[in-house]
Structures are given as C-alpha cells and as structure tokens.
C-alpha cells in the first residue's frame, strides 16, 4: 500500500469541511493561504527566502505598522503577559524597539498603551550616517557632551569619566604670575621681581587702639576711654502697657487709665432701689461713724464691722465660762460646732430674680431674658429677652445660632415654618452689584464663590453663578470667573462644557483608515475646548466621565460587490461597529452613536474601511460626514 498521495494540478480539491494530514506535506508550487490567521505549531521554522515581506496590505497608505513582535511573563506573578518587538512606526517613520506593552498589538502597537517603553538594545559596533542622543551619550565608562563647542575648543575630562569642551589656555609665565598678584596694608611688591617686603608703619597696639575698635548696641552703653560696657536693664512691662494694648468694641467703653471696662448697652434689668426694713434693694458702704452707729467696712469682698472698743477693765484676775459651742475644761476651751462644708454654704444661698441656682452644686446661672453677653460651662451665651433663640460660642469656636448643640464651625438651626436659614443680602437694585459666599483654601483669597448677580430689575431679580479662579494669584473669585450659571429665567450655562461637532470637506477619505475631520466649515462645527486633533482625528478625554459621540459618514460606490464597515474605537479598540454588504455603485449611509466611560486621556476615533471595488468615502461635502460629542457629566 502506498504511503504518499498526490494530486496533480488538474485533479482539483475542495471541502468546506477542516481537512487534516497526519504526514508531511510537500508542495512543489506555489501555495497561497487565505483567511485572517495563520497559526504554525512547530518548534523549528525554515524559510529558504532571504527576504521576508510584511503589511503587504500597506500600499495604497501608510497606516499600519511594520514589524515582529513575542509574548512573555514578567515574573511578577501577576498573571499579566508582556508584549515585546521590533517595529516600524507608521505615525512618524521610525523603527523602534520595544516592550512591556499589555495591550497585543494588531495592525498597529499602541505606543500609549498601559507598560509601553523603549526597550534596551545591546551591540557591538555601531555605524550611523547621525547618531542623535535625547540624553547624554553614555559609554562603558564616557559620557560625552550633549552639545558641541566653539571653534578652537578643545575635549577635556574631569577625571570620572565626564567629557567636555574647554578653550586651550596660553603658557602661564613667570610674568604673568607676578602681574596676578598684588599687596596693601604694610606690604609693598615689586611686579617685576615678584619680591614682597613688609614694613611696619604703625607703633605697638595700644589699649586706646583696642577700645577704639569696639562699639555696642541695644541696652549695651560703651566707655572707649576706659573700656567699660555697661547694661541697662530694659524698662519693665507695667500695667499701663497692658491697659494701652486694650481697646473698646461696640457696646463696651474703655477707661485706658485706670483699665476699667464698662458694658454700654442699654438693658432692660430690673432697677432696684435702697433697701428697706420690709424691702429687699441695694445697700452701700462707706457709712461714718455717729455716736453709737458704726460702719460695715469691706476686706477683699467680705463684710465686717469695725466695733472702735477699747478694754478698760484693770481688773487682771478673768473668770471665764464656755459659751455657745464651746466647752471649757479647766482653763482649755474647746470647740463642739460642727465644721462648715461646701454643703452648708450651698445651702445657705439661694437664687433671685433673674437667677437659678443649684443647690447641690453651688452652680448660679442667668437665668433673665435680659440683653446681654453670659457664659455657661464653655459657651459663651448672646441672648435678647424677646427671644429664646441664642448664639452659643464653644472653646473650640464652633458657633451654635438658635441651638446648643454647636458640634460644627457654624451650626444654624430653624423650626420648620418655611423661612431662610441663612440670607446674604445687599441694598439695592444695581447690575454691578453682587454678593454671595466665598470660599477660600487659605487666608489670603477667595478663589471659589456661590454670587448672585443682581440684573437691575425689580425685585432684585438677578443670575445664581458658580465661579471658580484657577489663575495662580491672588484674585479673587468674581463674576467674570463663572463656570456654571442659572440665569433668572432658569436657563443653566457653563461655558467650559466640553464639546466638539465637526465634518468633513476636502475630498475622499481613504478606506482602512481613521476618518480626519476638520473644524473650518459649516456653521454649526466648533471645536470647544480644543479636545478634538483635525491632524490625527482623535478626541481626547480631558477629565473623567461619562461622555456621548455621534458619528455619520457615507460612501460612494462604483459597482461590484462591497462590504463597507465605520467603528469608534477607545485608545486603538473597537467600542462600536457596523458593517454592510451591497451589490452595485450605490451609496451608503453608516448613523452610530455611543455613551461611554472614558477616563482622563482616553482618545476616541473614528475609523473606516472597505473590501471590492469602491470609489472611497464621500468627503465632498461637510453635510455628508461629522462627528461629535460633549461631556456627559
């Protein structure tokens, strides 16, 4: 039975089905392979052919790149594979080589992919027509200058290594040494000689000339005749200092002489007159003594009388008895009262008019509704007596308006009757007026605002804007400075908003390429932020968000059988596609469009292609082809 078969030329082969061989296959033609993918499964590949052709595809344009590239694992344990390869870069002509791309390349290597670099090469000699460094040229142990000279320059090293370019000196002589070199004081010098003679032309250093030479400042007085230095204690801080420091603020007078301060906000506290036998009022001392009466004199807040009685009794022999609370035990008194405590004192006091006391902890609180500043515990307490609300102000300057509970930097609490928290105002209707809140990183400036801009019509009808300073200065936020703005009618603008819409108008596109738009006709293109490339077609994302495109593009046809195909692609991957089959010159008409999540610096292009025979892309007019889109949010 024979092992080998062969088929010649005429007898013709076709299956739709796989076909396999399990032996060798010898083809003495030529064999050609159609399809998308070609897989060898061998561990030794022998081509004859001492030239290799690659992108034969690439002919009509240079769009794709040229070159061999292999997969390998770093080792980090990642479970990520690395790209590596040798290329030619169609975007700028340029042979690199390259790897730690985790993208696999296709027709193209994204050289902005995630891990891309250049990779190393090392050889042996090296010939170049130009040899351009971007960095300093390094050799095993040289590193060369990154630019050239002047003329008449020489290369020199600094000894590690490191070259570069230095002017030739002239012969250093005897005369130029002597001529570099000069003398004052009592020192003369002969330039012709180089001789250096010393004379001295002063008498001995005396004590005159050392306390000449010595001067003090601040509270240091100076003798030069005798040398003494002298210190005068500076003067020292005295009440009058302390008292000049302080000034008066609203609602308060200032006595700078005496340091007395006085609250001048008029009250409504209850006037009391001079107390009576049957009436509590006020009382006042200084009393002068008359016949029998004698005055209540005041030691350091506490009350005594001063009983003017002088002992004249000679009689030295004394009979004493105990009195109350005492017990007397031959000439030794002592005491039976019980000690008093904080508890009898507490008890011993009780509140007023205006005032609530505890008992138990000897705690006195204003408790009038009186105008007036008051302290509990750490707040500070700002009350008026036609109002329960207050303004509490803690130890940590935390402000509480209408509530205790001042756990924020300002805490504003409201009942629930349909009015303002809080109300910024100004005083008239003007168009160049406006106010709002401010808010700022830093003391300095205001570089955020929330403005309303009073328009000048009744009612004080104005815009709400939201503005934001992004100059590195010190100007504040203003209306000039909106970024986003409800007007008074309730339109809402931002006038940064991202947005392109753009066409195309100067003549066919070519097939299997990004589709290039341009923004010079047709009034509705524009071109909002300059985000979209008319050199490179891409849109790139200048912060992250969701985002919608919309793309519309037609062919024109000669005849034949066709497949035309458009895509948007995110950073060189399809994202979106569409593809039609036709028979006959017709044109076709391809409508998509996409939101997408894009993160900052993402690109979006649009790309096309067509297989048969086709006149290309319709490119003649902008109402044929555009493509836009705008940030979402």
């Known amino acids: 039975m024979a092992t080998n078969s062969k088929f010649s030329a005429d007898l013709g082969i076709k299956t739709d089905a796989d076909l396999q061989v399990d032996g060798n296959v010898t083809v003495s033609g030529n064999l050609t392979v159609n399809g998308t993918q070609t897989t060898v499964n ?55 080589l390259f790897d730690g791309l985790e993208a696999e390349p296709t ?78 004081g009592d020192l003369s010098y002969d330039s012709s000689t180089g001789v250096i003679s010393y004379s001295d032309s002063d008498t001995t250093y005396t004590d005159s000339d050392a306390r000449s030479a010595i001067s003090v400042s601040g509270n240091l007085a100076y003798d030069s005749s005798t040398g003494v230095i002298s210190y005068t204690e500076p003067t020292m801080y005295a009440d009058s200092d ?32 001079l107390a009576t036998s049957s009436t509590l009022g006020l009382v006042k001392v200084g009393y002068t003594e008359n016949s029998q009466n004698y005055p209540v004199e005041l030691d350091n807040g506490q009350m005594y009388v001063n009983v003017p009685w002088v002992d004249t009794n000679t009689d030295t022999n004394t009979t004493y008895s105990a009195g109350t609370g005492l017990t007397l035990s031959g000439t030794t008194f002592s005491s039976n009262i019980t000690q008093y405590t904080d508890a009898n004192a507490r008890s011993a006091i009780s509140g007023g008019t205006g005032i609530s006391y505890n008992s138990s902890t000897g705690v006195i609180t204003n408790s009038s509704t009186a105008d007036g500043i008051t302290t509990s515990g750490s707040n500070t307490i700002i009350q008026s007596p036609d109002d329960t609300n207050v303004i509490h102000v803690n130890n940590s300057a935390n402000i509480g308006i209408g509530t205790s509970n001042a756990n924020h930097k300002v805490n504003i609490h409201t009942d629930d009757d349909d009015d303002y928290a809080l109300r910024i105002e100004g005083s008239t209707n003007n168009s160049a007026v406006w106010t709002g809140i401010g808010l700022a990183g830093e003391e300095s400036n205001t570089k955020a605002a929330i403005i309303f801009k009073d328009i000048a019509q009744s009612y004080s009808r104005g815009h709400l804007i939201f503005a934001v300073n992004n100059d590195t200065d010190q100007t504040n936020a203003s209306p000039s400075d909106a970024k986003m703005t409800i007007t008074n009618e309730g339109y809402i603008t931002a006038p940064n908003q991202v947005a392109f819409s753009v066409a ?69 991957s399809i994202v979106q596609y569409n593809l039609q089959h036709k028979t006959g010159g017709y044109h076709t008409r391809f409508d998509m469009s996409i939101s997408l999540k894009l993160a ?31 940030l979402i949010g």
């Open 42 to 96: 061998s561990s030794t590949t022998s081509v004859e052919d001492s030239m290799l052709e690659l992108a034969n595809a690439n002919l009509s344009s240079d769009t794709l790149d040229i070159g061999i590239y292999g997969n390998y694992d770093d080792g980090l344990g990642d479970g990520v594979s690395e790209y590596t390869g040798f290329f030619r870069d169609a975007s700028d002509s340029t042979w690199k």
């Open 107 to 184: 027709t193209t290597v994204n050289t902005s992919g995630t891990g891309y670099t250049l990779a190393d090469l090392q050889v042996g000699d090296l010939t170049a027509t130009t040899l351009t460094a971007t960095n300093a040229l390094t050799g095993s142990s040289i590193t060369y200058p990154t630019s050239d000279g002047t003329n008449g320059q020489f290369l020199k090293t600094n000894g590690s290594g490191v070259l570069s370019f230095g002017d030739i000196p002239t012969q250093y002589t005897d005369s130029d040494a002597r001529s570099a070199i000069s003398v004052s």
């Open 242 to 273: 302390a008292r000049s420091a302080i000034s008066a603020g609203t609602g308060i007078s200032y006595d700078s002489s005496t340091g007395v301060i006085t609250n001048t906000v008029s009250n409504t506290d209850t006037t009391y007159s």
């Open 504 to 572: 195309k108008n100067n003549g066919y596109q070519t097939d299997d390429a990004v589709f290039i738009c341009d923004t010079s006709s047709g009034s509705r293109n524009h071109n909002d932020g300059s985000h979209y490339n008319t050199s490179n077609g891409r849109f790139t994302a200048p912060v992250a968000g969701r985002y919608w495109f919309s793309f519309s593009v037609q062919t024109h046809d000669s005849g034949g059988v066709v497949q035309s195909w458009v895509a948007l692609r995110k950073n060189g």
């Open 600 to 630: 900052a610096n993402d690109y979006i292009e649009a790309y096309v292609g067509e297989s048969g025979t086709s006149s290309g892309w319709q490119g003649s007019a902008s109402e044929y082809n555009n493509f836009s889109g705008f």
